[in-house]
Each structure stands twice: as structure tokens, then as C-alpha cells.
């Protein structure tokens, strides 16, 4: 096969693509409330496009990634690609709307599950590969997006999800595709599944081969293909699968140059592997990646390749120490045949431009780089590495002095916090057993068999907006906004005494974000204006920067939580978010270890829950959805951060005495490997996604003992449709096979804020209906 010769020196992984000003998103959205049609929405997204490829071009960049546009899911994206979509959805006829029915689901189709991109906040739709899965390559989108940079003159690299990476998250199910797992398989991602999967090499292999062919056909010079999967812990079998399939694909004639792009970590024996077929390049995280740039000394094989190396952090903040980053590439220099730099992971982690941030103090803003000032960073030291280091002498002198202004911050430390959490001891984060907890709560709370309730949000209206936006703007001041909020708890409290709840919420109308909230009056954070970050679909969330010592500044939530308690006789819970989420959904301080920033954020949340108790409330929940989230990717690492975050969590909640009930909830990721440490938190009441799952965590909760209260959600609020009595009727049957009714409560998967109130007002009602029917036949 001819050798390609083209190569590139700087580049991005991957970049965001809702829009600067979520743009994408709100087109959508429109599209899904019917008032644009498809033309238009696919001449917005085209019109984004083509503005992101031409900034990136002008910004220095030499080899511009595309195919990372996608209208929901960039997994998702792979599966159509492939022809992978279940077979529930193959009756719809219309193209775009049986991909988003695959994505959210409609009134008859239950869409495909969601769970956490690896360690981020970003979420993925699980594909689901049954035994009668017949793949065929539908390659139009990724072609039609190369054809678009092309015609502009951009030098285009296509990027692809690859098959080791595709098949390791996906889900092995029955073969009637309904999504129902078959009694041998356990969740999605577990070495026995993938292994199964990965036999399904040899029916995709051959379309990646097809697919490279007809983008090299197209005029693509590289093809980037994502394997994040090879940072993981692989079986010697699963090695085997890399060498040969890299070995398949390396042997395409007329194929664009390949390079194989790994982050969140390091590629351990997968590198070796790699470098031993004839792949061209390979990307490498160097910010992640723990070995560091000495480990690729021993691999001589790379002084054919091409190494990316990824100097430049894709997933936080934080300005990059330039001089740093130069003596690594210069390190990697004598390992690589060529080196190109770049981000150390696609950009779709981070906010598009600090230029949008008008709040930000002069010092900390010189701290950061969002997605414009990474690839700005990146040019810089690719500039140094073509025509020397005193090319960029000015940037080197500005790096240097924002680095030593933010050493010397005094905002960074705060003696009285600190002295605090040195002065605590053991019994801090420990409360009595819970047996003694069940019967003081019983006899305080007294609540019916199957108690039901909800996660925290109710939908968050316009008139909420507005008030929101009105109180920003000073059209309004801080009475009036008190006000129209107290008014929202007020209904929403009417509406669950009128549905028939048992433990009531006051719908959070006053919070922007779960973890953004709660930043806002910490001192050490700042909560950006228009940091937007996709997390999954449309929804974006703003990640609040933490850049200094937590402290509390006031009581947070005893105001709102209080007024929704004096309007009912029956419990409302207080809601707080937990430390590690907290953590997990932000940008977080890169000066100090993780666990010293989740005791601070621990002790802060503490200090709410006992100011909860005081005010009379007797059920407080602290959410960590996020602890699975964090869970490193390595087997050898996960057993201590699994210890530190169990320990914030019970720090944060051992504060108040055994009669108040502590909830927390968890959604949307992979249970299995954190079943034990669910187990650790001690919270009195879990509540965890299960509707996509059909209940399989369930049976892992009892695997490991678990005897506390459990409410396995019973309907998925990610998706537009409202479950039937029946349905949920059938999934507590399932549920009560695993857990008794004593201990069982019944919830929805998550919070409501982003569903519509009539959608919420028949779910729940439905809800309601199925716990009476259940409750009765007990």
C-alpha cells in the first residue's frame, strides 16, 4: 500500500456543537415543538457548521476535525452509521425523527438507555446489539460533512467512533431488541458483554474498511478514529482484537492516512499494540494520562508515526503552563517520528470563548483558556515547534505571569475552613446503625407502604424564566422575586397534595442548576454567564469554576424549603446537592488533591443540613448522581477515590440526628462497579434510576446486602412519554421481587425540570394511581 506523506502540526480533537449561543439547541427544540421544519433546522445546523470550520481555520489550525457535529449524540450518530438502531424504531418512516425517537422515545417507542461518556458529565445513548442485529454501513452524514469543509478549502479529518470503542459500550440484549437483557448478560461495558460483542468484530470491521475507502475516495488526507475504550483495563483477548482489527484497517488500499485518538487516560499495553500495525498517527492524552511523556520512550515503533500529542487540557479550564507543555513536546520529539499539538480530548467539555464572560475579574480571567483560548494555546506551541521558541516569546512571558498572579492569590486558601475540617474527628462522619435510624423515622414521619414522591425539580416554566431574567437585569428587585418563587412552591406544593404524593418537594423554581446554585453562594466558586457545556441531547448545563477554599456563606436553601413546609401537614423534603457531584459537575481547582476539595464541599452542605433540621424539616436529600461519574478508569485507582467520596458524602450527612431521614438519588450511569460504595453512603432512602434499566440494579443492590430504603425509578423522565398505570404497576411487581415493601418507595428516575407540566401531571398521576394499586394488593 503507498505510504501518505501529508501531515498536520496543529489540530483539535473534536469541538463543541450546540452553537456558541446554543443555537443548535434551540433549533431543535423548535423542530420537536413543531414551529420549524426540517429545512430549517438542517440549514442552521449547516450554517454552524461551516462558521465553526472557518474559525478553527483561521485560528491556525492545519487539520480541522469533522463528523463531531451531531443532533443529539455523537454514539448514537456511530450506531446509524453502522445500521445498529433497534428494531423498535424501525417503523418509523422519516429518517430524522427515527433517530430521535431512538434518542428520547415517543408516545409508543421507549428510546435506547443513557449512561456517562466515560469519567465526564457527558452522556451517550447506549446502543443496543441483539443477535439478529444486521449491520450495514450508512456513511451520507459523515460524507456530506467532509463535502461541506472541502468546498470551503478546509483541510478536513474526518472522526469516527471506533469499532473496539463501539462495541465495548454497547449493550447486548435479546434478539427480540426490545432492549430487555437475556439472563447471561449483565450491564453494558462488563468484560464478559464486551468480550461477546468484540466477537462481532468481523461484521463491522468491513464497513470501517468500506468507510475508510470512500472517504479517502472523498478527499480525506487523515481519518481520525476514537478508541477512549483503549485507556480502560483490556484482557490480553481484547488486545488481541485491537492488533487485528488496526491490522485490517491499516491494509485498506486507497484509505486516508489513520489516526487512532485515545484519551481520559493512558493507553497502557494498547499503545504498544498500536504502534506495531501500520496505523500512521496516534493521539495520546497527555494531561490524563499518568505515565507521562517518558513511557513512550519504550515504544521505538512511534518513530514511524505520527504522535498528537494532547499538551493541552480538553476537559478543564485553566490556562496551560506553556513552558511546561514545551519541554513535554520537546521530551517527545526524540520518542516520534512527527509531532503534532493538541488538545488532549475533543473540546466538547469546555465553554466555546472567555470573550462572552462579562463578570470575570481581571485575575481570573488571565488563569483560564475555554475552547477559543485552548486553540489559541495550541497554535502557540505548535508555532514554537516549527520556527523556535523565541517566535512566542510574548505568550510564553503572558502564560508566565497568570500563572505566578494565580500562585499568589489569597483567595486560594482560607485558614478558618481548613482549621475546621483538621479539628474533626472519626465519629464526624458516622451515625448510628440504621436499624435504630428506621424506627425513629417510622414513628416521626409516619408514612404509608410504598411512599411516593418525587427527585427535587417540577418543570421550570416561562414565567420562572422570566422573573429569573427580570431579577438579573434589575427590572425587578429581590422581594418581587421572592415573591413570583414562593408563588411557583406554592403551586407546585397544590399540585402533589391534589395528585395524592406522600412526600412532597417544593420543585427547586428558584434554582438555575443543581450544582450552579449551590456555587453561587460559596465563596471559592464562580458560576460563569454563558459557559454553556452540552450534557446530553439539548441540555446544557453551565459547570460553575471552583478556584478556591469552599466556605459557605449563608444558610442556602431554609428560606425556600421552610415557606413549601408551612403550606402542608406532610413531609417536604430539603434538597441538596452531595460534594462529589458538586465536584464532579464543575471546573475544578487544579492546585490541590480532589479529596481535600470534597471534604471543604462536605462540610459546607453539612452545615445546611443541620440549619434544615433546626427549621423543622425532618427529610433532607442529598443528590450524588455523579458518583459513578468520577469512578477512574483503571482498576487500580478505583478503590481510593471510592473511599474519599464515601466518606464526603457521610461527612456532609452525619450532622443531624437519627430522626431525620437522609435521601440521596443517583441516575444515569453504570451502577455495578459502585454498588458497594452506594451501600457505604448510609443514606436512609436511595433513590436510582432503573425504567431503562428494567430494574437490573436492583439485583445488585441485593448482591451486596443492601437493607436500606431503595426507590428504583419507575418512569424515565428523559423521554417525552407518559408511562401507563399498567406499566408501572408491572414495575413494581418487578421491583417488590427484590426488595420488600417496607423498604421500598416509588419515584420517578430523575427530576422533572426539563419535561412539560401537562407530561408531569399525567405521569405522576399515573404514578400515584400504580403505587394505590400495588399498595392495596400488598
Not at 584 to 601: G, I, K, N, T, Y
Not at 675 to 701: C, P, Q
Amino acid at each position: 500500500m503507498e505510504k501518505h506523506t501529508v501531515t498536520f502540526s496543529a489540530t483539535v480533537l473534536g469541538t463543541p456543537r450546540t452553537g456558541p449561543r446554543r443555537e443548535l439547541k434551540r433549533a431543535i427544540e423548535s423542530y420537536w415543538a413543531g414551529t420549524i421544519d426540517q429545512v430549517e433546522l438542517a440549514s442552521i445546523a449547516r450554517t454552524l457548521r461551516e462558521q465553526h470550520l472557518i474559525e478553527l481555520r483561521d485560528a491556525g489550525l492545519d487539520s480541522i476535525p469533522v463528523g463531531t457535529f451531531s443532533y443529539y449524540d455523537h454514539v448514537l450518530d456511530t450506531a446509524v452509521l453502522l445500521g445498529a438502531l433497534p428494531e423498535r424504531v424501525a417503523g418509523i418512516a422519516d429518517e430524522l425523527d427515527r433517530y430521535f425517537a431512538a434518542a428520547r422515545g415517543d408516545a409508543t417507542v421507549t428510546p435506547l438507555e443513557m449512561t456517562k461518556w466515560f469519567d465526564t458529565n457527558y452522556h451517550y445513548l447506549v446502543p443496543e446489539i441483539t443477535p439478529d442485529t444486521t449491520f450495514a454501513l450508512a456513511p451520507e452524514k459523515l460524507l456530506g460533512e467532509l463535502a461541506e469543509a472541502v468546498a470551503l478549502g478546509i483541510s478536513a479529518r474526518p472522526v469516527v467512533v471506533g469499532p473496539i470503542t463501539f462495541l465495548k459500550l454497547s449493550k447486548a440484549v435479546g434478539s427480540s431488541g426490545s432492549g430487555a437483557e437475556s439472563e447471561s448478560e449483565s450491564e453494558s461495558g462488563s468484560e464478559s458483554e464486551s468480550g461477546s460483542l468484540l466477537d462481532r468484530l468481523d461484521e463491522i470491521v468491513p464497513l470501517y474498511a468500506d468507510l475508510l475507502a470512500q472517504l479517502g475516495a472523498a478527499g480525506a488526507e487523515w481519518v481520525q478514529i476514537d478508541e477512549p475504550a483503549l485507556v480502560t483495563d483490556l484482557t490480553a483477548a481484547e488486545l488481541d482484537y485491537v492488533r487485528s482489527t488496526y491490522d485490517r484497517l491499516a491494509a485498506v488500499t486507497g484509505r486516508p492516512s489513520i489516526l487512532v485518538a485515545s484519551y481520559f487516560g493512558d493507553l497502557g499495553a494498547a499503545l504498544h499494540v498500536l504502534a506495531g500495525t501500520a496505523v500512521d498517527g496516534i493521539a495520546i492524552d497527555l494531561i490524563a494520562g499518568t505515565g507521562g511523556v517518558d513511557s513512550l520512550a519504550g515504544v521505538p515503533a512511534l518513530a514511524n508515526k505520527l504522535v498528537v500529542a494532547g499538551v493541552v487540557d480538553g476537559r478543564n479550564v485553566w490556562r496551560t503552563d506553556l513552558d511546561a507543555a514545551l519541554s513535554t513536546l520537546g521530551t517527545l520529539l526524540g520518542s516520534a517520528g512527527t509531532v503534532a499539538v493538541s488538545t488532549s480530548c475533543s473540546l466538547l467539555h469546555v465553554p466555546y470563548t472567555l470573550d462572552v464572560e462579562p463578570d470575570l475579574d481581571d485575575n481570573l480571567r488571565s488563569w483560564l483558556a475555554f475552547g477559543a483560548e485552548k486553540i489559541a494555546e495550541v497554535t502557540v506551541l505548535a508555532r514554537a515547534l516549527r520556527n523556535g521558541v523565541e517566535t512566542v516569546s510574548a505568550e510564553l512571558a503572558t502564560a508566565r505571569d497568570a500563572l505566578a498572579n494565580r500562585r499568589s492569590d489569597p483567595r486560594l486558601h482560607n485558614t478558618t475552613v481548613r482549621a475546621r475540617l483538621d479539628a474533626l474527628g472519626p465519629d464526624s462522619s458516622r451515625r448510628a446503625p440504621a436499624a435504630e435510624r428506621r424506627v425513629k423515622q417510622s414513628e416521626r414521619l409516619d408514612l404509608p407502604a410504598l411512599p411516593t414522591t418525587t427527585i427535587g425539580s417540577y418543570p421550570q416554566t416561562s414565567q420562572i424564566r422570566i422573573a429569573r431574567a427580570a431579577r438579573r437585569k434589575g427590572e425587578i428587585d429581590e422581594a418581587e422575586y421572592v415573591r413570583r418563587m414562593q408563588s411557583e412552591i406554592a403551586d407546585v406544593v397544590a399540585l402533589q397534595e391534589k395528585l395524592g404524593l406522600d412526600v412532597l418537594v417544593h420543585g427547586e423554581p428558584e434554582r438555575n442548576d443543581m450544582v450552579q446554585y449551590f456555587a453561587e453562594q460559596f465563596d471559592g466558586y464562580f458560576a460563569t454567564a454563558n459557559g454553556w457545556v452540552q450534557s446530553y441531547g439539548t441540555r446544557c448545563v453551565r459547570p460553575p469554576i471552583l478556584y478556591g477554599d469552599v466556605v459557605r456563606r449563608n444558610p442556602m436553601t431554609v428560606e425556600w424549603i421552610t415557606y413549601a413546609q408551612s403550606l402542608t401537614s406532610k413531609p417536604v423534603k430539603g434538597m441538596l446537592t452531595g460534594p462529589v457531584t458538586i465536584l464532579a459537575w464543575s471546573f475544578v481547582r487544579d492546585d490541590q488533591p480532589l479529596p481535600d476539595s470534597a471534604r471543604q464541599v462536605a462540610l459546607a452542605i453539612r452545615d445546611e443540613t443541620v440549619d434544615l433540621q433546626a427549621s423543622g424539616i425532618r427529610i433532607v436529600q442529598v443528590d450524588e448522581p455523579a458518583l459513578r461519574e468520577l469512578l477512574p478508569l483503571r482498576a487500580a485507582d478505583k478503590q481510593a477515590y471510592l473511599d474519599w467520596a464515601v466518606e464526603a458524602f457521610r461527612l456532609a450527612t452525619s450532622g443531624v440526628s437519627d430522626a431525620t431521614q437522609i435521601h440521596t438519588h443517583l441516575c444515569y450511569s453504570e451502577f455495578g462497579e459502585v454498588i458497594d460504595a452506594i451501600a457505604g453512603l448510609d443514606a436512609d432512602v436511595t433513590s436510582i434510576e432503573a425504567a431503562r434499566s428494567h430494574m437490573e440494579v436492583l439485583d445488585d443492590l441485593n448482591a451486596v446486602g443492601f437493607d436500606l430504603g431503595v426507590g428504583p425509578g419507575v418512569y424515565d423522565i428523559h423521554s417525552p412519554r407518559v408511562p401507563s398505570i399498567e406499566e408501572i404497576v408491572v414495575s413494581l411487581h418487578a421491583a417488590l421481587k427484590a426488595v420488600p415493601a417496607e423498604r421500598l418507595w416509588v419515584n420517578p428516575d430523575c427530576g422533572l425540570k426539563t419535561r412539560g407540566a401537562e407530561e408531569v401531571g399525567a405521569s405522576l398521576h399515573n404514578l400515584v394511581e400504580a403505587a394505590i394499586l400495588v399498595r392495596a394488593a400488598l
